[in-house]
């Protein structure tokens, strides 16, 4: 079992920048595939950005490319989602996941653990 948190939600101004972390704990992190998603009000939950367990690949969307950004620290547990330039788009609830596959996949079904997700909003 692996247990995730995320942390770094908040309100936020358009253009503006939010870290969110996911932490894990349980069974070993370091061997994880991992991403985060996010679900906005009304809709499907999305796949946002993934990362390799080596961290040697990260993949994003075309709707955050060149502003979000993926990154993992097998030292701490911790997945990182830094975002830059923020849209009111975005917001959103955001959850980290971990999966058992040797894949980085785009659907939730792939994935095997779950945070509680964190709120995301960007508004004036």
């Known amino acids: 079992q692996v247990q995730l948190v995320e942390s770094g939600g908040g309100l936020v101004q358009p253009g503006g920048s939010l870290r969110l972390s996911c932490t894990a704990s349980?069974?070993?992190?370091?061997?994880?595939?991992m991403a985060w998603f996010r679900q906005a009000p009304g809709k499907e939950r999305e796949f946002v950005a993934g990362i390799t367990w080596t961290a040697g690949n990260t993949y994003t969307v075309d709707s955050v490319k060149g502003r979000f950004t993926i990154s993992r620290d097998n030292a701490k547990n911790t997945m990182y989602l830094q975002m830059n330039s923020l849209k009111p788009e975005d917001t959103a609830v955001y959850y980290c996941a971990a999966t058992t596959s040797d894949v980085v996949a785009g659907s939730v079904r792939m994935y095997d653990y779950w945070g509680q997700g964190t709120q995301v909003t960007v508004s004036s």
């Open positions: 349980g069974r070993t992190f370091s061997s994880n595939n």
